[in-house]
């Protein structure tokens, strides 16, 4: 136990050190839900744009931390030798995963109560009921989380920063985080397919009118959450 | 029951064989060099033994333990120090001490050991800043941490300055003293004369020699000698009566045991044709000329 609290106490730590990381996880969604909400240029189809878009940036949130800034650091631990030499200590692979899993989670709650207080700020009012919406945002951790360690544990760690920065950059763009699902044309149907897209479909309507997302997200979310940390399970290089 | 037993180790990577069947043990209170050129397989012989690799064939315990099927009992009782790396980039030295110390029941006080190991002075530093030899210390640190019966030290002092070597000599030591069983590989040989109880070189996935530093090349006693020209070999021989090998262009060996004869023989021979002597040693084989030898040798025997 003291181990396990350690670790995560040193996961934490280093994600919030990284500045870097920040700018992913807080900095650029903080400064998308403050920019688009006072300049009303988005077509966002809500009253205020805030209601759009805050649901976007808290899944934002979600992919920055689980995909992007978990993928990196393991990519980097790696590569460093670390996730080889943890081996080798009673720490084991079992508690350094849980650790992982929940230093992202903290990671998680702490995004959500800075950018929920400046989306409050900003008047977004969600509706009280939003169980579902955590229910959706942690089948999406652990579909973000399995893509991100699946990507870490076959990939060179440059090629993996690289590619988890670009894959951000897609998912911003099709995951219906600023521009809306239904203006994407073409690529709405193939964005759908992808647990970014799934998360936000989903977030819409549990935090904007308290109603139950519709079944096909859920689908996506559930199939990407077993599928791929199978994938990474099954794939992962410890060295 | 020895700290490390290997029998018979083989370890193939796909058709490539890394090790060709080698045996050996470490004791309690024993420190073994495994020494041999780049690629002839001590890496993979120490990290089967820390259960990194599956042999393809053969038997290795430690502590009596089996090193894969007994992990989780094991890993509490050994300390491993990695070829390269194996901590945080931005992690300082105090508190990836501290963590690797939290893993442990027992562990030894994290300032404690970065004095030991000379590296209070850094200990806030991130790792990446550190230089070569304080990242090797502290590595070392973190196998000393949960206080091991069995260490493994893969080129402990590689890019260490000769007043780290000193401390991580000290400490290493300090161990075996206290009963730990250790095993090293290293490339720096007069530092395995000094350190080891035993040697086993290994070649090609195989043990070309094994024994106490000293003895290991069973090596006759010789009479060493410089001098500031060239002399001719076969004269000086046939002068004195027994083998003389020239072994570079101003350094030779005289194949027999001295004896003070022998010595005023050599000498007077050197005299009469005006060469200075510049070093004369008497003595068996270095750890260095038997490790070249047998690595030489052994590499003619495959290419034949």
Known sequence: MRALRAQVGAEVRMTLERGETLLVTVGIPAFLLIFFSLVHVLPTGTRHPVDFLAPGVLALAVMSTAMVSLGIATGFERSYGVLKRLGTTPLGRPRLLLAKVISVLLVEILQVVVLGAIALGLGWRPHPAAGLAVLAALLATFAFAGTALAMAGTLRAEINLALANGVYLVLLLIGGVVFPLGKLSGFAAFARLLPAAALTDALHPALGQGIAPPLESWVVLVAWAVVAPAVAALTFRWE | ?304
């Open chain 2, 1 to 304: 029951m020895s700290a490390i037993d290997a029998e018979d180790l083989h370890v193939h990577y796909g058709e490539r064989v890394a090790l060709d069947g080698i045996s050996f043990s470490v004791d309690a209170g024993e420190i073994v060099a495994v020494l041999g050129p780049n690629g002839a397989g001590k890496t993979t012989a120490v990290e089967t033994l820390e259960g990194y690799r599956r042999p393809t064939a053969g038997r290795v315990r430690v502590l009596g333990l089996d090193p894969i099927s007994d992990h989780t009992r094991l890993v509490p009782r050994i300390g491993v120090m990695l070829q390269r790396g194996g901590v945080y980039a931005v992690m300082s030295p105090r508190r990836v001490l501290a963590l690797f110390a939290s893993y442990y029941d027992d562990p030894r006080s994290p300032a404690e050991l970065l004095d030991l190991l000379g590296l209070t002075g850094v200990a806030g530093s991130p790792f990446r800043r550190l230089s070569g030899g304080e990242q090797q210390r502290l590595l070392l640190a973190l196998a000393l941490v949960g206080r091991p019966r069995v260490l493994f030290l893969d080129e402990p002092t590689a890019g260490v300055d000769p007043a780290g070597r000193l401390a991580v000599r000290d400490v290493i030591s300090a161990c075996r003293n206290e009963g730990v069983g250790v095993l090293m590989t290293s490339h720096e040989l007069d530092e395995v004369e000094r350190l080891a109880e035993r040697v086993v070189i290994i070649d090609r996935g195989r043990v070309v020699a094994a024994g106490a530093p000293g003895e290991v090349g069973g090596g006759e006693e010789e009479v060493r000698f410089a001098v500031d020209r060239e002399i001719d070999v076969l004269e000086l021989a046939a002068a004195l009566g027994v083998e003389v090998v020239a072994d570079g262009p101003r350094d030779y060996r005289v194949v027999s045991p001295s004896s003070p004869s022998l010595v005023a023989h050599l000498t007077a021979w050197l005299a009469e044709r005006g060469v200075s002597l510049t070093d004369l040693r008497v003595g068996r084989e270095r750890l260095e000329e038997v490790f070249l030898r047998l690595v030489r040798a052994e590499g003619e025997r495959r290419d034949r």
